[in-house]
């Protein structure tokens, strides 16, 4: 099965940018839609972005137009660009993969995610 492991977080001023990654292992990358999710204290997890096994992509109205999700199978690694963050962007972001149909990048239904990689904004 596939192992997941986030990198790139940290503490960042309002209208700042960070990218997240998210190198995967064990199972072959193509197999797998990939997401990313996030989830802030006292809240449930939900859903940022995902892409596709072909590199479709899916995203939360809440991120539209800031945030970008992209894979590089060379690599075997799923990215989240996000610029023009907010305070309220702050929470643990954790990546997740799904067998899935080649042209679907469903927002839900993950069956492996990795550790996460906390992300602050500050104002």
């Known amino acids: 099965q596939v192992q997941l492991a986030e990198s790139g977080g940290g503490l960042v001023q309002a209208g700042g940018s960070l990218r997240l990654s998210c190198q995967t292992s064990?199972?072959?990358?193509?197999?797998?839609?990939m997401g990313w999710f996030r989830q802030c204290p006292g809240k449930e997890r939900e859903f940022v972005a995902a892409t596709s096994r072909i590199g479709g992509t899916n995203y939360a109205d809440s991120v539209k137009g800031r945030f970008t999700i992209s894979r590089d199978y060379a690599e075997n690694t799923v990215y989240l660009q996000m610029n023009l963050l907010k305070p309220e962007d702050t929470a643990v972001y954790y990546c997740?993969?799904?067998?899935?149909?080649?042209?679907?990048?469903?927002?839900?239904?993950?069956?492996?995610w990795g550790p996460g990689t906390q992300v602050t904004v500050s104002s």
């Open positions: 997740a993969a799904k067998t899935a149909p080649p042209f679907v990048a469903p927002p839900m239904g993950y069956d492996y």
């Open positions: 064990g199972d072959t990358f193509s197999k797998y839609a």
